[in-house]
């Protein structure tokens, strides 16, 4: 799913007015019953007081359509706008016009904090104040109004965005934002439902389709997408009946030091497991009976150092190479790492102490062959790119990053996004279960597994993301959070492939005459 920028979604409005011969107050009113027909669905009916806070710009303009259709349909509503400005939208006063015209329930202005009404926790509370075309902060007794309706804990629905919230910044105030338990937003979700620093101003979203031109839509590239089933579905490479384990490639998993083997036996097991016709496991010398007893499948290769790696010296042709995990910062193995790198032409996957090598010494990179992928952590990538200021400044400075050197890079989190160059792809799968040891070492195996199989490395990284948290999915439906551990995405890495092909449950059709 495309997410488009809110200078696209304006486009695309007018887009739609011309090519569909209809008003911009015909949009309003389409977006303000998808709204209702979302609410009545299921309220059905019932006489919950509903509080509509509207704006006087746009969203205020859908929050009056609404709250018509709600007092027609004989809801307990309460309507309110809010005037904060004496500049309203041409939309909104027509629709100031249509509800007064409508009702006697006439809206309440409210000028002040003394205006503010009383809400109960078992109310419901309709955030339309401002839209995504918001570009001053909020403060005085409009912010007295978020924390107002904080304070009630009455459940909050959003209106497009959640009012204060900007599309492309992070508040510097917490108090200035309405902080929404759910969003029913317009066209395409926006990026701010995905960043750590913004993504807790509404519990949960869900795209309303208005109509938007369907051409306009299609055609138009965005610079961040929503990563689903439906997109990499289209990824997916179908295996031949005569296939063989020589046309699926050979994994190299590098990494290991003295207590950390578990690092490699968990990547090396991803990559098998993700499709990789061949893995071997490059490890010091402690770590072959380890890998030997609890991974018969791999092969193994051992350095001629007992406790780190120092060597990285191997007689095998590997597709693509995993790299990292576990392996340490000891001066033998950087030095180690530079002269592999020096002469090496195999893709790589980086993770773990591989990217902190390459953030202690950044000439390292401009050995990287292209597109290379590194998974960081946060504080790997810190130490990669330096500090951020906020969540677009560092999808900024990894954007810039990425372009320079040419590599991919996948910022691990609760919607983990994969950047190549300007582009980012924000993941849809995963759960709080993956906060656990391991879990980024499975991710790096299962990226190194798809590339072996040859997947291109952009079409790896997107896709194993996606495999490695849909695999977290399933697997804490058995689990539950704390007791996920990194060995059950592995073991439930065939299900999420699977999935890929389930097709939803369909309602039973009932007979004529069956009166069940």
């Not at 490395?457 to 804490?476: E, Q, T, W």
């Amino acid at each position: 799913m495309k997410i488009f920028s809110k200078e696209q979604i304006y486009e695309g409005d007018q887009v739609t007015v011309e090519r569909q011969n209809i008003s911009s107050t015909d949009l309003m009113e389409r977006a303000g019953a998808q709204i209702f027909n979302w609410m009545h669905a299921r309220l059905q009916g019932a006489q919950v007081p509903i509080h509509i806070f509207c704006g006087i710009g746009n969203n205020g303009g859908d929050g009056l359509v609404l709250a018509r259709y709600l007092i027609l349909d004989g809801y307990n509503v309460k309507t309110y706008v809010v005037n904060c400005s004496d500049k309203r939208s041409k939309d909104f006063l027509v629709n100031y016009d249509r509800i007064k015209n409508s009702t006697k329930q006439w809206p309440i202005l409210l000028s002040c904090k003394e205006d503010f009404p009383e809400i109960n926790p078992e109310d419901i509370i309709v955030d339309a104040i401002f839209g995504i075309g918001l570009n001053r902060p909020v403060d005085g007794w409009l912010k007295d109004l978020f924390v107002h309706f904080k304070e009630t804990k009455a459940f909050t629905l959003s209106i497009d965005i959640p009012s204060g919230l900007s599309t492309d910044k992070v508040p510097t105030d917490e108090d200035a934002v309405v902080w929404a338990g759910y969003t029913l937003t317009f066209v395409t979700p926006k990026l701010v439902f995905f960043l750590p620093g913004t993504a807790k101003y509404s519990v949960q979203w869900e795209v309303l389709d208005i109509g938007l031109d369907i051409n306009y839509l299609s055609e138009t590239t965005t610079e961040a997408e929503l990563i689903g089933k439906h997109e990499v579905l289209s990824l997916y490479k179908p295996r031949d009946k005569f296939s063989h384990k020589g046309q699926f490639g050979h994994s190299l998993i590098m990494g290991g030091s003295y207590g950390k083997i578990g690092a490699v036996i968990l990547s090396s097991r991803a990559a098998l497991s993700s499709g990789a016709g061949l893995v071997s496991a490059y490890v010091p010398k402690c770590g072959y009976v380890p890998l030997q007893s609890s991974f018969p499948e791999a092969m193994v290769i051992t350095d001629s150092d007992e406790e780190k790696i120092t060597k990285m010296d191997f007689n095998i042709a590997p597709t693509v190479i995993g790299f990292g995990i576990g392996v340490g910062t000891d001066a033998k193995t950087i030095k180690a790492f530079e002269e592999f790198l020096k002469k090496n032409k195999t893709p790589l996957v980086i993770d773990a102490d591989g990217i902190n090598i390459l953030a202690h010494k950044k000439t390292l990179l401009k050995l990287l062959p292209k597109e290379t992928i590194l998974t960081p952590h946060p504080k790997e990538l810190e130490r990669l790119i330096g500090k951020w200021k906020d969540d677009f400044d560092k999808l900024k400075k990894v954007k810039n990053f990425s372009k320079k050197h040419n590599l991919i890079v996948v910022i691990k989190g609760a919607n983990t996004i994969t950047v190549y160059q300007q582009k980012l792809y924000v993941n849809s799968t995963g759960n709080p279960g993956l906060a656990t040891a391991g879990s980024g070492d499975v991710l790096t195996g299962i990226i190194t597994g798809l590339i072996s199989q040859g997947y291109s490395p952009l079409n790896a990284g997107i896709f194993g993301v996606y495999l490695h948290g849909k695999s977290a999915d399933i697997a804490v439906e058995d689990y539950g959070y704390q007791s996920l551990i990194a060995s059950h995405v592995i073991d439930y890495l065939g299900e999420a492939y699977k999935d890929l092909f389930k097709q939803p449950e369909q309602p039973e059709v009932q007979e004529e005459g069956d009166k069940k």
